[in-house]
């Protein structure tokens, strides 16, 4: 019976070790910081509605000022906290991976470690194992806990107005379908972002490796020919790779998170209708300025989205 290949959640479990629950633990302790972040809007906006209600009690103004002040303090620090042991999991994964890739090299046969570019090898061991780092000790707790905050957004925003509510999805909506036309000729453009990486290491291994003998035979200038047309080919694929994910890449990016965009007029008109309440109106103004600029997840896209293009 032909055996269950590992997905590479479970490779990434095992190379973890003891250190798997670092990674429980760092998402537990980022979800508690964007739920701190996010606390003192809402307390903003509770200050609104006593501002709006002629409240004129300076201690329940202080009280609230104090409470921000917290908030933010427990939010970095949970934050310190969740960073720190992602990333002392993270570099026990790549050092497992590490020592993972030397055992395999040991073992396979010497023909093909003599006819495989040494600047293959340089590459797997060092450039594409450091490039996991990113993802596993950034984007894995934080991206998770981060999809909190837009989601208790939207529940408030169906609790107070359902109408408001939906308009405020139409930016993320059309974020996302942006975000689907930068994953359009994903595969055939990644590939060739890989082959040319891969021939770029090995141009420049073997330029460096035979600088001497090149000198010798006077070689100098078809051996920098090779270099620099391994370099210029790196470049380009991955200039057309971008250019072709600049329009929707920065579509995403202005669009996704201004939900002000329909939030505002919207909710404006409703206000003049007086369908909805002015102190309402004021609070789903604040939450969406905090999914504008200070909601982490939009920043977490952003860089998921950068390792796509």
């Not at 921000?68 to 934050?79: C, D, G, Y």
């Not at 020592?99 to 570019?117: F, I, N, Q, S």
């Not at 059309?174 to 972002?193: A, H, N, Q």
Request: aromatic share 14%; charged share 20%; hydrophobic share 50%.
């Amino acid at each position: 019976m032909k055996e269950k290949k590992k997905s590479a959640v479970s490779w990434i479990l095992t190379w973890a070790g003891q250190k798997r629950s670092a990674y429980v633990w760092s998402v537990l302790l980022a979800i508690g910081n964007v739920i701190f972040k996010i606390l003192p809007y809402f307390i903003i906006a509770d200050v609104v509605k006593l501002f709006l209600n002629g409240e004129k009690e300076f201690e329940k103004y202080l009280i609230k000022a104090v409470l921000i002040a917290l908030s933010f303090v427990i939010a970095e620090l949970f934050h310190s906290l969740s960073t720190s042991l992602s990333h002392k999991a993270t570099f026990v994964v790549l050092a497992n991976i590490r020592k993972a890739c030397c055992d395999k090299l040991a073992r396979v046969p010497l023909g093909y470690v003599k006819d495989t570019p040494s600047g293959t090898f340089k590459n797997i061991m060092v450039e594409r194992i450091d490039s996991i780092e990113t993802t596993l000790a950034h984007i894995v707790p934080e991206f998770t806990s981060n999809l909190l905050a837009p989601v208790v957004i939207l529940i408030y925003f169906f609790l107070t107005d359902w109408r408001l509510a939906l308009w405020s999805l139409v930016p993320v909506i059309v974020g996302f379908l942006s975000y689907f036309g930068m994953m359009l000729d994903y595969k055939p453009s990644f590939e060739r972002t890989v082959q040319t990486t891969k021939d770029l290491n090995d141009a420049a291994v073997e330029y460096i490796d035979g600088i001497e003998v090149i000198k010798a035979f006077g070689k100098t200038e078809s051996s920098y020919a090779k270099f620099t047309k391994a370099a210029m080919a790196y470049a380009d694929s991955f200039i057309s790779w971008m250019k072709r994910c600049s329009i929707f890449h920065g579509l995403m990016m202005v669009v996704t998170p201004y939900t002000l965009l329909t939030v505002l007029p919207f909710g404006a008109h409703y206000v003049a209708n007086g369908t909805l309440a002015i102190s309402d109106f004021v609070i789903c103004i604040i939450l969406s300025l905090y999914r504008a600029n200070g909601n982490p997840f939009f920043r977490k896209v952003d860089i998921a989205a950068s390792f796509a293009v």
